[in-house]
């Protein structure tokens, strides 16, 4: 069954904060990010490197533009996420030729979403409206930026390889951004529930990136019992490759999605949110690190989602000698980078002659 309600009897939220939806270990997570000194950055050369209407102009190139006249039925979804989370800014959206169910935004400026043709054949229309929810989430947290960063690292990995001075620091980073990124999605699933306000439509989102359209197969109470018998199953060995398991993943497993979405809605988080108990933009200046930082410990002392989690703990321990070290590392990994990209460009300009056709 699709929910057909129109948007403009879906509850709004008028000026709240991207505070309420955001997953303790996801803020806690960008807390540590930032205590890293030489993140910054390393920040600051990738976005000096890569100019923001370069990045945009390649999707806009080789890909659809959503608007009125093109996916106009994603278009009024964004529309609606909009209003329901009381947007200050519209982001654009594309739809780009993949096969792969995926979505994602990007963009350390204007950030943007882009959706592939793959989750768009996948979904229903209201199960993209959670999808949109999902990535206007992302958008409004700011996490497209700490994604780009992830991203262009990868690239640059890749085309510089192994980088001498403070390698292992940007090892680190690499690590840290990406255990962040699957925190961050928890953070979007929320968003995505607050714009649908359907809760099994959201499960059968999570259904589909498990196991594919064939819902009538599948039966959402036996789902997300598999996420019990994940975390009963196993000793000390099984502890470490369910780490492994998570190594190099964009995102957490379906099945684990479900289960915290159910967790935030069975202890009231959702609710308190649906009856107007929020904070407000207006209020994100007086917010306290402490407070996230507390919130998180509690999460992990609860034993919900992953103990293990080296940034988290490092923060819980006060291990801020250790942040403070790799944060040194980073800043001549920084300077490091910097200067390759640099040598590296000269390397590839052309000479005067190539320019004038002489």
């Excluded at 991207?18 to 890293?36: G, V």
């Excluded at 996916?71 to 982001?91: I, K, M, Y």
């Excluded at 910097?338 to 460009?345: D, F, L, Q």
């Amino acid at each position: 069954m699709t929910d057909q309600t129109p948007a403009t009897t879906r509850t709004v939220f008028p000026g709240i904060s991207s505070r309420a939806w955001e997953h303790p270990a996801d803020r806690t997570a960008l807390t540590a990010l930032r205590r890293l000194k030489g993140f910054d950055q390393v920040l600051k050369v990738l976005s000096g490197m890569l100019r923001e209407r370069k990045h945009r102009l390649l999707y806009l190139a080789s890909s659809a533009r959503v608007g009125p006249r093109q996916f106009a039925d994603l278009d009024a979804l964004l529309d609606e996420c909009v209003q329901v989370l009381d947007a200050p800014v519209r982001p654009e959206m594309f739809i780009i030729q993949s096969p792969e169910a995926n979505a994602y935004c990007i963009g350390m400026e204007d950030p943007f979403i882009v959706i592939t043709s793959g989750m768009y054949e996948l979904m229903t229309h209201d199960e993209m409206r959670f999808v949109i929810g999902h990535e206007l989430g992302h958008a409004l947290s700011g996490h497209a930026v700490y994604r780009t960063m992830l991203h262009h690292l990868l690239r640059l990995a890749s085309s510089f390889g192994f980088i001498p001075i403070g390698g292992w620091a940007l090892r680190a980073i690499v690590a840290a951004l990406q255990e962040w990124q699957r925190k961050s999605e928890l953070s979007g699933d929320r968003a995505g529930l607050l714009c649908g306000q359907d809760f099994d439509m959201a499960i059968r989102v999570e259904l589909k990136l498990a196991a594919g359209r064939h819902l009538d197969k599948l039966d959402s109470q036996a789902f997300l019992a598999q996420a019990r018998d994940y975390d009963a199953t196993g000793d000390m060995r099984d502890g470490v490759l369910k780490l492994l398991n998570l190594e190099m993943q964009t995102h957490p497993f379906s099945v684990l999605r479900a289960a915290a979405l159910t967790k935030w809605v069975d202890t009231g988080g959702y609710g308190a949110i649906m009856a107007g108990n929020y904070p407000l933009r207006s209020e994100d200046a007086n917010a306290s690190w402490a407070d996230d930082v507390s919130a998180a410990a509690r999460h992990y002392k609860d034993g919900f989602d992953q103990s293990n989690d080296p940034l988290i703990r490092g923060i819980r321990d006060g291990l801020g000698g250790v942040v403070d070290g790799v944060g040194q590392a980073a800043t001549s990994a920084a300077d490091s980078m910097g200067r390759k990209i640099s040598e590296w460009r000269r390397n590839t300009r052309p000479s005067d002659e190539q320019q004038t056709g002489g």
